[in-house]
């Protein structure tokens, strides 16, 4: 049932001395987090289970054929624990054919861009380490909705309206547009996505990577990737990024994640000792150039983790410290220019009463990913190999078993082995961006967790609305700001309202009591503690 506005406010921000609590992009999975954290599960159960509810009700963001990446933290850790379950390009994967072929790069959408789904083992990884109920109990949900229908979301109507003609013809997108493009509140049945769910609650990997899924997976990409490679665990237990800004400790993925990018920004704005007032252009100014100081380096430096640059490199303080020490708080600064690639995301944060926390990231990267299914069984292949480019030599260049640079970013933060914050947000190359906003309205300006939800961002698109670098403002920030950063020397673009694609962030806040808030910019976000 759909949420009234009175019901949808009370959702944005939901306090608790308690102890419990999930925030996500919908508000069935937030409810079905809770739901399984009350009869006994973990943080991480409830994660799994929130997780698969949206790749049921929002595929266009996530699901079973993407990838994933956790971070997990509680009582008794002495740093999180980090689950990388990002999938490897397959055997037919080759940069050489498609450069014969005229392609200068990985095509965004088509068969090349399909690597080896990673969700499925992280699912089974994190449950293995951290589940306290069965795969069964935890998956029932999602089935149960698959099966019996959900009401659609405004946000869903849109995707699905706007892939209609790449999707619209394929088998598991029949039951999406049953009528055509269902309207808002409509009810969609996915039997066969359930079927894949009831197989994995079953049988686990093998269900999935060794079933028919697996099967079509095989049949779709046209030996891209071979039963071999599906064969091959995807989920890797690896050394969270740990750097202190702000008092608290930030951690986040390794590359082949982006997720350094948040906490050097972040750092380089603490080292440009900007002002606490969010609503000071300098403030924006400073955190602004931080991001671009270093956002152009990503793609020459993360890729695959046996090719990427160190992490002591990466988050080297005295690197940082240059960094800063070359931005003017007076002008710009020229900045070389990374791609951008826009992504569908799904991040979510779930916290037991226990007090472990997750730190959950899941996508299909562009939307609803390749543009491909695995045949007829409900499941949507993601475009991760898209990330891949084809310079001869280079440490992200398309290769068989190479994990490609991933923009997936979440973030948890502690102090004295105490949980204080999980942050994380969907967006694509963005997601640094925004992170680092966000938790600089927190832990710099001090803003309370709905407040900085609800505080107008902008975005440095590498590529404008006329082909330029512009810096776009959300219009409150715009009209309060503006001015001033164009006189800095910024471009500058005013949108004419929020939007949803700025998010939305999920974040838990446990520096004084538990705190979840849920990004106002989307509809279905939504914040539930106890």
Request: net charge negative; glycine share 10%.
């Amino acid at each position: 049932m759909a949420l009234n506005k009175r019901d949808k406010a009370a959702t944005l921000a939901s306090e608790s001395a308690r102890g419990a609590a999930a925030v996500s992009p919908h508000y069935l999975a937030s409810e079905t987090a809770m739901d399984i954290m009350r009869t006994g599960g973990s943080a991480i159960d409830a994660a799994i289970a929130a997780n698969a509810v949206l790749g049921v009700v929002l595929p266009s963001t996530c699901g079973p054929g993407g990838d994933l990446f956790a971070l997990v933290h509680g009582p008794g850790f002495d740093a999180p624990t980090c689950l990388n379950a990002s999938g490897r390009a397959g055997s037919g994967a080759s940069a050489e054919r498609l450069r014969q072929e005229g392609q200068i790069r990985v095509p965004l959408r088509g068969l090349d861009s399909i690597t080896v789904p990673g969700a499925v083992d992280g699912w089974i990884a994190l449950h293995d380490r951290y589940g306290t109920i069965d795969m069964e109990t935890i998956l029932a949900p999602a089935i149960e909705l698959a099966t019996n229908g959900f009401p659609v979301s405004y946000e869903f109507s849109q995707s699905l309206g706007r892939m209609h003609e790449m999707i619209g013809d394929q088998a598991s997108a029949r039951p999406l547009y049953v009528d055509g493009v269902p309207a808002p509140g409509s009810t969609l049945r996915r039997v066969r996505h359930a079927e894949a769910l009831r197989t994995i609650a079953t049988l686990g990997r093998d269900g999935f990577y060794g079933g028919d899924v697996g099967a079509a997976i095989v049949t779709t990409t046209q030996g891209r990737i071979t039963p071999d490679d599906l064969a091959v665990g995807q989920a890797e237990w690896v050394e969270p990024v740990g750097l202190d800004v702000f008092g608290l400790t930030g951690w986040t993925v390794p590359p082949n994640s982006q997720g350094y990018l948040s906490l050097a920004t972040l750092k380089i704005f603490e080292f440009l000792d900007p002002p606490h007032d969010p609503t000071d252009p300098l403030f924006h100014h400073a955190l602004i150039e931080a991001y671009r100081s270093v956002a152009r380096e990503r793609d020459f430096y993360v890729s695959d983790p046996t090719t990427a640059k160190s992490v002591d490199f990466l988050l080297g303080r005295a690197r940082l410290k240059r960094r800063a020490e070359r931005i003017s708080m007076e002008h710009t600064t020229h900045w070389r220019l990374p791609a951008a690639a826009p992504g569908g995301t799904a991040f979510l944060a779930t916290r037991d009463w226990s007090g472990m926390g997750v730190s959950f990231i899941q996508s299909n990267f562009w939307g609803i990913g390749s543009g491909f299914s695995a045949g007829n069984t409900g499941i949507f292949l993601h475009n991760r190999g898209a990330s891949f480019n084809l310079t001869p030599g280079h440490g992200n260049e398309l290769k068989p078993g190479r994990r490609p640079l991933h923009t997936l970013a979440p973030t948890i933060w502690t102090k004295d082995g105490s949980t204080s914050l999980i942050l994380g947000t969907r967006g694509g190359d963005f997601q640094p961006q925004i992170v680092a906003q966000v938790a600089a309205s927190l832990l710099h300006a001090e803003l309370s967790p709905s407040h900085a939800q609800a505080a107008p961002r902008w975005k440095f698109e590498h590529d404008g609305p006329e082909g330029e670098p512009v810096l776009s403002l959300e219009p409150t920030l715009h009209d309060k700001c503006g001015a001033a950063l164009t006189r800095i020397g910024h471009r500058v673009h005013r949108y004419e309202q929020s939007t949803e694609g700025w998010g939305p962030v999920s974040l838990i806040d446990e520096r004084v009591r538990l705190v979840a808030a849920a990004d106002p910019r989307v509809s279905t976000a939504t914040a539930l503690a106890e």
